[in-house]
C-alpha cells in the first residue's frame, strides 16, 4: 500500500459524458501526479500539481482538465468522453516538485462504451 | 523531445540472472528510473540513477551509462513473482518538474 488513495476504482460510462477522478496524495505529500496507460500507448504522463499550482503538462488533451485542492487532494475531469479514453488513470505523488521517488495509487479504470 | 526503447518481452528460467536493457534519447537528463509493474496493478519504484555506474539494492541492480544514453536492470536470482512488467522512465532537466517520460516497458516472463 503506496498510501495514495484513488476513487473510484471503476468506472463505466457512455461516450459524450463527463467524469470525474479523485486522487488523495500521501500524508505530506505536496506533488501529484496524473499518468494514463492504455493498452497501446503505455504509461503517458498527463499533467503534474505542486502545492496547488500547475507545474508541469504533458500530452493532456483539451477535454480534460485537472485541479489540486487546499487539502492537496486532486481531481481530473474527463468530458466530451470517446472510446479511445477507456484506459487506467495512475495518480501518484511525491514529496517535492522533484523528488527521488513517485509513490502511484491504485489506479481507475475508465471503460467508455 | 525523448525517446526511450526498450525490449517487449523476455523469458528467464527461476533462479537465474537476466538483464533487462534501456536505451534513452533526451533533451537535458535528470535521472533514470525503473518501475516494477504487475497486470492490473500499480507501478512501484525499484531503482533511480543520475550518474554513471551500478547501484545494487538486494537482487536488483541497475546500471547508467550517460555518454550512451544507456541504462539496463539486473535481476538476480529470479523468482516467479519477478513475472511483471519492468518500466523504464526518464526525468528532464528541464523546468525543474518531476515528470517522467516513460518506456513502453519490458514483460519479464520467469518459468519453472
Known amino acids: 500500500d503506496s498510501g495514495v488513495t484513488q476513487t473510484p476504482k471503476h468506472l463505466i460510462t457512455a461516450t459524450g459524458q463527463r467524469v470525474t477522478l479523485r486522487c488523495s496524495p500521501r500524508?505530506?505529500?505536496?506533488?501529484v501526479y496524473w499518468y494514463q496507460q492504455s493498452l497501446d500507448q503505455g504509461l503517458q504522463f498527463l499533467i503534474q500539481?505542486?502545492?496547488?499550482?500547475?507545474?508541469a503538462k504533458g500530452n493532456i488533451l483539451e477535454r480534460f482538465s485537472a485541479q489540486q485542492f487546499p487539502d492537496l487532494h486532486s481531481e481530473l475531469n474527463l468530458s466530451s468522453l470517446e472510446l479511445g479514453d477507456s484506459a487506467l488513470y495512475f495518480c501518484?505523488?511525491?514529496?517535492?516538485?522533484?523528488?527521488?521517488?513517485?509513490?502511484f495509487g491504485p489506479g481507475t479504470r475508465l471503460t467508455v462504451t | 523531445g525523448q525517446n526511450i526503447d526498450q525490449p517487449t518481452e523476455m523469458t528467464a528460467t527461476e533462479g537465474a540472472i537476466v538483464q533487462i536493457n534501456c536505451t534513452y534519447q533526451t533533451s537535458g537528463f535528470n535521472g533514470l528510473f525503473w518501475y516494477q509493474q504487475h497486470a492490473g496493478e500499480a507501478p512501484t519504484f525499484l531503482s533511480y540513477n543520475v550518474l554513471d555506474g551500478l547501484e545494487e539494492k538486494g537482487r536488483f541492480s541497475s546500471f547508467l551509462s550517460r555518454s550512451k544514453g544507456y541504462s539496463y536492470l539486473l535481476l538476480k536470482e529470479l523468482q516467479m513473482k519477478d513475472s511483471a512488467s519492468y518500466l523504464c522512465?526518464?526525468?528532464?532537466?528541464?523546468?525543474?518538474?518531476?515528470?517522467?517520460?516513460f518506456g513502453q516497458g519490458t514483460t519479464l516472463q520467469v518459468k519453472p
Open positions: 500524508s505530506g505529500d505536496l506533488s
Open positions: 522512465a526518464v526525468r528532464s532537466r528541464s523546468g525543474n518538474t518531476g515528470k517522467l517520460i
Open positions: 500539481y505542486y502545492n496547488g499550482e500547475e507545474r
Open positions: 501518484a505523488s511525491s514529496p517535492g516538485t522533484v523528488s527521488y521517488e513517485q509513490y
